[in-house]
């Protein structure tokens, strides 16, 4: 095993032994993803049979519950990602791990992100058993181009490892209580982003101007052109979901960075490392 | 184990590889480190010089100052004992040689350049005497591994150096398999001192070692540190023990209130004994003894703090007669008398009393000139 691998397991062992048993994890993950197939079935029955104009955009997609469930997966792959890095951080500091982190002179920006690799994957098999459900039960029907979804993950990753160490920063500065960023960004993508609904079913003038402004909606819709739409690189509409998506990673990668590092000097500096 | 010389060659310019005899802080202690003539050492291992650090407050209140002019170093091969009662400033010193706090002002040298915080990272190994800093649930040998790994081991040299490390600071495999939560006070100690040692540094920062250990333990552990200063590494030892101190150390520098009020070689600190201290607990007030205390014959000096006292005598087995009549004939209630043999420990109770006492004597001074003051107007 490479050096580089076996950090990597040790990092992913030191988060499964921090876990609850591992039999009651798996209980209560099966039990979440039996609820959210359950909310998914009345979502498309309450919701999908809305209005023409929800509909058509439902059919866009193949329906309203391959819809649904690729906006929440791609919400929820966000979210834990973003969190999983301020987490990974928070953890440290409140075990005292992480001073002795900052003394073996490794690179803290690599080590905190792999750090967060773990939670990250667990995330990611979590929303692929949701997806293995859905076709089970729903039939509904996933029509993926590689390529584009390869394109849209990749973005992805970076925009979320540049709002996570931002929030990351924050907390290894000494900050102490609810993660403000990933708040934030719950908060808006929740309501306005098209999460469950297309935004097209707002009335609302203002919903629809504040919804282009967040950048989960676009992240959204380009995850479920490549995954529900089979839109190839090529898509003109599928690259126009995509650019402001890219816009926002190319510039929270450089932000979080900044953010994080401006961090990691407040704490060498106000002595967060320092234990009492 | 390898040799930590070693590593300081891996560390050091090439220039300075070449110095083997460190004349150690005595040298570094005759040219006060004020005078604007002060320069490093070229063949000191690291040197503090005027370390300050404030603490912000909330806004319009002055900054909060923990740590006053500290300097104070460490030469190759030798061990500093850093002493002091809690919350001397001891381990905000130990933070900034462990590169893990920027000092607001002063500098940290190694041979005689200026260091920055990522070298003295490199620099430094820190066995922390807290009892956190490891995965709770992890079992101590995993938690070993795992920190191993971050120092770029791989997964076989990783397994056998920690293997190694368990068994030099004389913890069974046994306590190995036990998760970090389960272990004792004194196995977390060892637990810290065995990751310490995991990596070859140029100096080991051991923070409090034997606290909270029994007695075999304890020995242990000096056995352990005194065969790791025979293989040539530098130490700062920062401990309360006094003992420990006097068996370890070439120098020893005492804190108090963010500032390092004694540092000289054990034997130089004795010679501040120049008088024996009789120690007396008063059962009640001892101000009516105080008086006639003070008038004794061969009284060099006398100190007292609520119902402690400390009398020093230049010839206590008569003095010692003399108090004990004071007491009587007073009708005071003693629970305890003592008259300690002179070591390391007097001096430290003697610094810190001194320092105590000078204290308490400002601070009724800028009183009575307050009131006076206040009077005036």
């Known amino acids: ?276 | 184990m390898s040799h930590p010389q070693a590593v300081t060659e891996a560390v050091a310019p090439k220039t300075e590889v070449m110095v083997i005899a460190d004349p150690g802080p005595e040298h570094d202690h005759l040219i006060p480190v004020e005078a604007p003539d002060w320069k490093p050492n070229p063949h000191t291992l690291i040197q503090a010089h005027r370390l300050v650090k404030d603490y912000p407050r909330p806004r319009g209140q002055p900054p909060r100052r923990v740590l006053k002019d500290v300097s104070l170093s460490v030469g190759q091969g030798r061990v500093h004992a850093l002493m002091g009662l809690s919350g001397a400033g001891k381990s905000t010193v130990v933070a900034m040689l462990a590169g893990l706090l920027e000092p607001t002002s002063g500098e940290i040298y190694t041979h005689g350049r200026p260091v920055e915080a990522t070298e003295l990272r490199r620099l430094t190994s820190v066995a922390a005497g807290h009892d956190n800093g490891f995965y709770p649930r992890l079992p101590l040998i995993e938690n070993l591994v795992f920190f191993a790994a971050l120092l770029g081991l791989d997964r076989k040299r990783a397994r056998h150096r920690s293997r190694e490390v368990l068994d030099l600071v004389g913890l069974t495999a046994a306590a190995g398999r036990t998760p970090w939560a389960a272990l004792s006070s004194g196995q977390k100690r060892q637990g810290h001192l065995a990751r310490a040692l995991l990596r070859h540094r140029p100096l080991l920062i051991a923070d409090e070692p034997t606290r909270g250990l029994d007695p075999a333990t304890e020995q242990r552990i000096v056995d352990l540190l005194t065969h790791i200063k025979a293989s040539g590494q530098s130490m700062l030892l920062v401990t309360h023990d006094v003992h420990l101190a006097s068996a370890m150390a070439d120098w020893v520098s005492i804190m108090e209130a963010g500032q390092i009020i004694r540092s000289a070689s054990p034997g130089d600190l004795l010679h501040l004994l120049t008088a024996t201290r009789i120690y007396l607990r008063f059962g009640s007030d001892p101000g009516p003894c105080l008086e006639r205390l003070e008038k004794l014959a061969h009284l060099k000096e006398i100190h007292s703090h609520d119902r402690e006292v400390h009398v020093y005598s230049t010839d206590p087995e008569t003095d010692i007669n003399e108090v004990v009549k004071i007491i009587v004939e007073e009708g005071a209630v003693v629970s305890h008398i003592d008259l300690p043999e002179p070591g390391l420990e007097e001096v430290f109770l003697k610094v810190i009393a001194e320092r105590k006492h000078h204290m308490q004597a400002r601070l009724r001074k800028l009183r009575k000139e307050a009131l006076r003051s206040q009077a005036g107007h």
């Open chain 1, 1 to 276: 095993m490479s050096n580089a691998l076996f950090l990597q397991w040790m990092l992913l062992r030191r988060v499964l032994s921090g876990h609850t048993p591992f039999r009651l994890t798996g209980l209560m993950t099966i039990g979440n993803l039996v609820l959210g197939v359950g909310a998914f079935y009345f979502m498309t029955v309450v919701v999908g049979t809305g209005s023409a104009r929800t509909k058509s955009v439902y059919d866009l997609y193949g329906g309203p519950a391959g819809f649904m469930a690729v906006g929440v997966a791609t919400n929820q792959l966000l979210t834990v990602g973003m969190a999983s890095i301020q987490r990974a951080i928070a953890d440290e500091r409140s075990q005292g791990t992480l001073a002795y982190w900052a003394t073996t002179g490794r690179h803290m920006v690599p080590l905190v992100l792999r750090a967060s690799l773990g939670e990250f994957v667990l995330a990611c098999c979590n929303a692929v058993l949701t997806f293995v459900l859905l076709v089970v039960l729903f039939q509904v029907h996933f029509n993926i181009d590689v390529g584009s979804f390869l394109v849209v993950m990749a973005v992805s990753l970076v925009a979320v490892a540049g709002v996570g160490l931002a929030a990351a920063g924050l907390f290894v500065a000494g900050y102490h209580g609810q993660n403000p960023v990933t708040w934030a960004w719950g908060l808006t993508t929740t309501f306005i982003a098209g999460v469950y609904v297309p935004i097209q079913v707002f009335d609302n003038w203002l919903l629809q101007l504040i919804s282009q402004f967040v950048p989960s909606t676009h992240a959204l819709l380009a995850m479920r052109s490549a995954v529900l739409r089979h839109a190839s690189l090529g898509d003109s509409s599928f690259l126009n979901q995509l650019l402001p998506w890219l816009v926002f990673a190319v510039v929270m990668a450089p932000v979080g960075l900044w953010a994080f590092h401006a961090g990691l000097r407040r704490a060498y500096l106000r002595g967060q490392f320092v234990q009492s």
